[in-house]
């Protein structure tokens, strides 16, 4: 059983270059959500779906799209990488309403330069 | 919206001794309240959950209590040990879509 998988675990981009991460999970959960991790400022919540073509906007959605177009992957888009999207990149999925019991992918690491 | 602000963000113990963390909400219609360790590397992962008509909550070496009028909960780590080094991360939901607010974390060192 392989959870909530992310790819890829790191990448470096240089700014104005593009990427998309994906996660995908086989536990058949309708909940994904993608947050960002900074030093000292805990999990912010970016984008998240409540199931399958649906997606809405988090707390720092500004400079990233995503797409939930089959149930198990949710895809995070950077059209235009800026040096302030640095960071380490969680996405996780939950079974139920009220982002109760989240389970989390092992992380991106980011660096945009 | 919600604000989460969780205490100490570091804290240093003696193998065996007890370890709290503590955090507070605005927000009174939250009614989830989770806490995730995240490990070096790893992503974090649910330890203990708690929700608002629950005052306190156990499983073997942690408990997490709910004082619902004050607006805190805190999680207690008894007879610590090395393993129990990681983040703790506490977080708080009103049950819309899922949308938790999370503390910014707190950094356990258990000293052998």
Known sequence: NAGVTQTPKF????TGQSMTLLC?????????YWYR?????????????????TTAKG?????????????????LGLESAAPSQTSVYFCASSYSQGGEKLFFGSGTQLSVL | GENVEQHPSTLSVQEGDSAVIK??????????????KQE??????LIIDIRSNV????????AVTLNKTAKHFSLHITETQPEDSAVYFC?????NAGKSTFGDGTTLTVKP
């Open chain 2, 23 to 36: 955090c507070t909400y605005s927000d009174s219609a939250s009614n989830y309240f989770p806490w995730y």
């Open chain 1, 59 to 75: 707390e720092v959605p500004d400079g990233y799209n995503v797409s939930r177009l089959k149930k198990q992957n949710f895809l």
């Open chain 2, 91 to 95: 977080a708080a939901s009103k049950g």
């Open chain 2, 55 to 62: 005052g306190e909550k156990k499983d073997q070496r942690i």
């Open chain 1, 11 to 14: 990448r470096v981009l240089k």
């Open chain 1, 37 to 53: 991790q900074d030093p000292g400022m805990g999990l912010r919540l970016i984008h998240y779906s409540v199931g399958e073509g």
């Open chain 1, 24 to 32: 995908a999970q086989d536990m058949n959960h309708e909940y994904m």
């Open chain 2, 40 to 45: 070096l590397g790893k992503g974090p992962q």
